[in-house]
């Protein structure tokens, strides 16, 4: 299947060659395009100087604005598959493969989730998780165990859904919306590694305002969205 591994990258010059080369490494096949989405850093001399396929963002659009861009890149390139793939190195291209797979099996998004058959922690850093997972299942019945996972699948119709709606950020909440559009979803187990360099914007503060944003939209306003 065509296949385009969308990277959003913000400030990210010293994650982002770790991040291609493994996808070139481990992902034979398959395209990527980063969005550099108005770095502040030197995010651009380093994609031009690797001579990446990339797309350059004049301003910061945030994480929505530049997934959002390439899968119209996408939609008008006619890909089958969309990847979301971070560009901070947390994730691995080695199972890409697996979830290209399961786009190929049937499924309609295909979540890279650390809690198939791995135990989530009760910790304070999962406390946001569960409680967004809680939420899902209250709303669709069906239980994901890792919503807030940014490693992703989308097939053909999902790239449409994303690339032409304002409506749908690739976030937990817009799942509930999916379920509701009889999309199918399924989560296979991956492995994530930490941070090597830079601090993730999620904060205690920004964490505290990305839940409440969150279980607003999937108690009131996914459920009532026109399908």
């Keep these: 299947m065509k296949t385009l591994v969308v990277i959003p990258a913000y400030n990210e010059a010293l994650n982002i060659e770790k991040t291609v080369s493994d996808i070139e490494n481990n992902a034979p096949g398959v395209d990527y395009v980063v969005i550099n989405d108005g770095s502040k850093d030197n995010t651009l001399e380093v994609i031009r100087n690797n001579h990446y396929n990339h797309i350059d963002g004049f ?45 190929e099996n049937g ?31 209250v709303i669709t019945g069906k239980m994901i165990a890792d919503p807030t996972s940014g490693f992703r699948a989308y097939n053909k119709a999902c790239i449409k859904d994303y690339a032409t709606d304002m409506n749908n950020p690739p976030e937990p909440d817009t799942l ?52």
């Design 59 to 103: 301003c910061n659009l945030g994480l929505f604005g530049a997934v959002q861009t390439g899968f119209k890149l996408a939609l008008e390139e006619n890909y089958d598959v969309v990847i979301q793939f971070d560009g901070d190195g947390q994730h691995s291209a080695r199972y890409i493969s697996t979830m290209v797979n399961e786009i």
């Design 176 to 227: 509930v919306y999916m379920y509701r559009k009889k999309r199918k979803i399924k989560e296979v187990q991956v492995q994530m590694q930490d941070r090597e360099f830079g601090e993730s914007y999620l904060n205690l503060g920004n964490t505290i305002k990305y839940m409440s944003r969150m279980l607003i939209s999937i108690f009131l306003i996914q459920p009532f969205r026109k399908v």
């Design 107 to 137: 499924s309609d998004i295909v979540i890279g989730s650390r809690f198939v058959t791995e135990k989530k922690p009760f910790t304070a850093r999962m406390l946001g998780s569960r409680l967004i997972s809680f939420a899902i299942k």
